[in-house]
């Protein structure tokens, strides 16, 4: 099958709870967004395009020579503002658009290629996405790491912040009730998912056109408005190691001095 042409875009906010500015800040003389594009340039992707609505990253952005789209400013999730891209870019339905995430500047190009590549070869899937293997129980626990079910095929039953599988016989103590057990359960296998995507231009100009799903809304999973409303998501095991993005001052702390090293 021949590889599919598509268009990185690169969302990017100003505002962060934890991290204000989060994209201009500094790891080895370069702001953030900068190792993020330059991560994204190595990928077989004919446009990086990085999309803001701060004049702040955009003049940033224009200064490093990339690709800049302004966005509104009002978009409810990441997944509108890719929407208003694809318009503004004239993408025809069929086209494929990889969202990389704007504090990912470890992101392996190799992943990107991977996800634009899985969705051309699955046509029962409207996005494609990845997920890697959870080695430690805390992290099955841990509500901040999503876990991934799928079928047999690789499509997505559900996304959730719980443990899911729910290892029932593993998980209660008929003495405690619920309690975290020391050691995952035997042959139960988790998921961890990456939030990398692929999806085609016609489904995200159906996606904001639905409200927010009752699943969606409660686990705080924009994935899950897909599902509810009946589309696929296939997901694969990422070819390569997949290092977490910078969420937190010690994250960013981290990720500067691998970076600087």
């Known amino acids: 099958m021949p590889q599919p042409d598509f ?11 934890r ?13 953030m967004i900068q190792h993020v594009w330059e991560q994204a340039c190595k990928s077989r992707a004919g446009q990086v395009v990085i999309a803001t609505d701060d004049a702040r990253i955009g003049e940033a952005a224009e200064n490093f020579g990339a690709q800049v789209c302004m966005t509104r400013s009002d978009h409810p999730s990441g997944t509108d503002r890719l929407q208003e891209v694809a318009q503004q870019l004239q993408l025809n339905d069929q086209a494929i658009i990889v969202n990389v995430q704007g504090d990912e500047p470890l992101i392996p190009p190799a992943l990107i290629n991977q996800v634009a590549d899985n969705l051309a070869s699955q046509p029962q899937a409207s996005i494609a996405t ?3 293997p959870i080695t430690e ?12 079910v799928t079928d047999h095929q690789g499509l997505a039953l559900y996304f959730s912040r719980s443990p899911q599988p729910w290892a029932r016989d593993h998980f209660i103590d008929k003495g405690r009730g619920h309690h975290q057990p020391d050691a995952l359960p035997p042959g139960v296998h988790y998921q961890r998912h990456i939030g990398l995507y692929a999806y085609y231009a016609s489904f995200l100009n159906q996606y904001v056109t639905w409200s927010p799903a009752p699943i969606e809304e409660a686990e705080h999973l924009e994935q899950l408005r897909a599902l509810w409303n009946g589309h696929r998501i296939h997901v694969a095991q990422a070819c390569e190691h997949h290092p977490h993005g910078v969420d937190t001052e010690h994250d960013y702390m981290r990720v500067k001095a691998h970076l600087e090293k």
């Open 130 to 132: 990845l997920s890697e």
């Open 19 to 31: 991290l204000p500015g989060k994209p201009l800040l500094a790891m080895a003389g370069k702001p």
């Open 7 to 17: 268009t990185v875009v690169i969302p990017a906010r100003y505002a962060s709870s």
């Open 137 to 148: 129980i805390a992290a099955v626990f841990n509500p901040n790491i999503v876990k991934v």
